[in-house]
């Protein structure tokens, strides 16, 4: 944050506890659709001041992360930003799977699903260039669903005895597929799609989704 701003002169002067910090989260699907927002992070602690025996590990992981906001310096030698940390005390998260809380150390240690770096871009491309194979899984959530063979139904998580108008993709994870649909009546409802085995990489999605649509086409 810039040097000279109020926060960073508080958590610079802080000799134990810093500042109060509260960092809120919101996760916006990347495709238009109703009630857009997929849930918030509330992220509760302080702030400290990242000190010179550890300002460069600091950098090197902001420079890896975000390129564009390296702390540098001015001509008078002077640095224009300050590195601060948030010490996280409480982690909590309101989302499409529910609500809940989680511990900061858990958190800290968790992989990164790997799909969520190219999750945007992923449901973009379904959304325009596959549209018609993500409606067709609409087929799936009526009787046609019910009656199919356990090789269909376990990848449904629910049956939908409505008539489905719209489909839009609006999640998706190494675990599965989640659709917004939109029926006759007007009624919104999510639906998801789970997969054979969770994906580890681009290679087994690409396997993962061909058989959800397989499945759809019949």
């Known amino acids: 944050m810039p040097w000279d701003s ?12 810093g500042p109060s910090c509260v960092m809120e989260i919101t996760d916006v699907a990347p495709v238009a659709v109703r009630q857009r927002i997929r849930g918030r992070a509330r992220l509760a602690g302080r702030l400290t001041a990242v000190r010179d025996d ?7 992981l902001l420079a890896e992360r975000h390129p564009g906001h390296s ?4 001509e008078a030698d002077r640095p224009t930003w300050m590195l601060v ?3 996280t005390d409480e982690v909590s998260v309101d989302d499409l799977w529910g609500a809940g809380r989680a511990a900061p150390a858990a958190v800290g240690a968790a992989e990164p699903d790997p799909v969520a770096r190219h999750e945007a871009e992923l449901l973009q491309h379904l959304h325009t260039a596959h549209g018609d194979q993500v409606r067709g ?7 046609r669903g019910a009656a199919a063979g356990p090789a269909v139904r376990e990848v449904v998580r629910e049956v939908v005895q409505e008539v ?31 997969f054979p085995e969770p994906v580890n990489g681009t290679g087994e999605l690409r396997y ?5 649509f397989a499945a759809a086409a019949g």
């Open 6 to 17: 109020p926060t960073a002169r508080a958590a610079a002067c802080a000799q134990d506890d």
């Open 164 to 194: 489905v108008r719209e489909v839009v993709p609006l999640a998706l994870d190494r675990f599965g597929l989640r659709l917004r649909c939109t029926a006759e009546g007007g009624r919104t409802f999510d639906v998801r799609f789970d």
């Open 208 to 212: 993962a989704m061909h058989t959800l």
């Open 54 to 60: 550890e300002r460069a590990r600091y950098e090197r």
């Open 137 to 143: 899984l609409a087929d799936l959530l009526g009787e």
């Open 71 to 74: 702390p540098a310096y001015a």
């Open 85 to 87: 940390r948030l010490e």
